[in-house]
């Protein structure tokens, strides 16, 4: 079992940056490969980046990339979302994901092993 608690979100506006977190608890946590995804209201579910269990591999959506860095500490059993430029269409539920399958994350497959609560990002214009 993995436990994932998303922490970071907030209220900033248009341009700035924030860091989102993902404490994942269980000592198999290196072993996942690691997502966060969004969701705006009254929209579906959208995967943002990916990466995988040693962070030798990422994905990003093509609407974050070049501003958003996804990375991780296995350490710490802790991945991060560094957000910048952010714009108000940024604005969304974040989810912390695991799964044992790094496709299954960059496709936003149904089935993904673990999910966090979510952590509300507001971006004003």
């Known amino acids: 079992q993995v436990q994932l608690v998303e922490s970071g979100g907030g209220l900033v506006q248009a341009g700035d940056s924030l860091r989102l977190s993902c404490a994942a608890s269980?000592?198999?946590?290196?072993?996942?490969?690691m997502g966060w995804f969004r969701q705006a209201p009254g929209k579906e579910r959208d995967v943002v980046a990916v990466?995988?269990?040693?962070?030798?591999?990422?994905y990003y959506a093509d609407s974050v990339k070049g501003r958003f860095t996804i990375s991780r500490d296995n350490a710490k059993n802790t991945v991060y979302l560094q957000m910048s430029t952010l714009k108000p269409e940024d604005t969304a539920i974040y989810y912390c994901?695991?799964?044992?399958?790094?496709?299954?994350?960059?496709?936003?497959?149904?089935?993904?092993?673990?999910w966090g609560q979510g952590t509300q990002v507001t971006v004003s214009s």
């Open positions: 994901a695991a799964d044992s399958s790094f496709l299954r994350l960059q496709f936003g497959l149904h089935g993904v092993d673990y």
């Open positions: 269980g000592r198999t946590f290196s072993s996942y490969a």
């Open positions: 990466i995988s269990w040693n962070g030798g591999n990422t």
